[in-house]
């Protein structure tokens, strides 16, 4: 989308409806390949893109480009440029803080919204706001904050720290300072202290919120009060038992719920 190109991963029937499934950090959209698997199954079209800042095309400096409107434009411009009109949309993550977004800026092109972990974005900063034990949890954001030191603490030690991060899910495609910069960048552009940069409206389409019981980073005030800011239908799913990374520890519950709202839409 003009000057940026993204990897995609397409894969199921052709004719099925189609979901917009974006990854959150440190992660690709390798994270959803065991739930990509059950939705073709189902029959769904998947559309998986590597966002920007992890398609190496797709990096541009500076903090200012990763703002949230500005990720949601890329995820329209990807399904304008597959000839796609509207999806049903899944986010993981920050990714899900981009899915809350595109819904917000376009109504119309979202059937559904499948939320995993993180929820509306407003909910979100109330709660690093003033609730002490999100507050606990987003402490790690001071870390990233800051330009320079993260990066190298991350990636020292053949970017052994980075790797610990997460369980797999394509992280190794941060493992260089220019992706795993413009990475973080995503959260110095949107998620600084006390939740500014998290503006995003109510929003009117469809959705439900996977949330892991042991998540240590996404608590549950912020789960549960995004049902303040869903003027349609919304449910919150609980998955017990699983912490952050339910992609990868629950792809068949996730894969469950993203079905379930392609059949109710």
């Not at 590597?50 to 480009?65: D, F, K, L, T």
């Not at 995820?75 to 949309?89: F, I, K, N, T």
Request: hydrophobic share 45%; glycine share 8%.
């Amino acid at each position: 989308m003009g000057s940026l190109t993204f990897d995609v991963s397409i894969g199921g029937p052709t004719d099925g409806a189609p979901v917009l499934m974006l990854h959150g950090f440190p992660q690709t959209e390798v994270c959803f390949d065991a739930t990509r698997q059950r939705l073709h199954e189902a029959g769904l079209h998947t559309i998986a893109p590597r966002q920007r800042g992890y398609s190496p095309r797709a990096r541009p400096i500076g903090v200012e480009p990763y703002a949230l409107k500005l990720l949601a434009e890329d995820a329209a411009g990807v399904l304008d440029a597959l000839d796609v009109r509207y999806a049903h949309v899944v986010g993981h993550g920050i990714g899900a803080l981009v899915a809350w977004q595109f819904a917000a800026q376009y109504p119309l092109r979202a059937m559904s919204l499948t939320a995993v972990s993180f929820g509306h974005p407003s909910a979100l900063a109330e709660a690093m706001a003033d609730d002490e034990d999100q507050k606990v949890r987003s402490r790690y954001l001071e870390t990233f904050m800051q330009a320079g030191p993260p990066e190298k603490h991350l990636l020292a030690n053949n970017a052994r720290t980075l790797l610990a991060t997460a369980p797999g899910g394509g992280i190794e495609a941060l493992a260089s300072v220019p992706a795993l910069t413009a990475a973080l960048n995503w959260y110095r552009a949107n998620l600084r202290p006390g939740g500014a940069g998290l503006e995003c409206p109510p929003i009117e389409v469809p959705t439900t919120l996977v949330w892991g019981n042991r998540d240590a980073i996404a608590g549950r005030r912020q789960a549960v009060a995004s049902a303040r800011y869903v003027r349609a239908d919304f449910r919150l799913s609980e998955v017990p038992d699983v912490d952050h990374w339910v992609p990868l520890r629950a792809p068949a519950a996730l894969a469950s719920e993203i079905a379930m709202r392609t059949m109710r839409n």
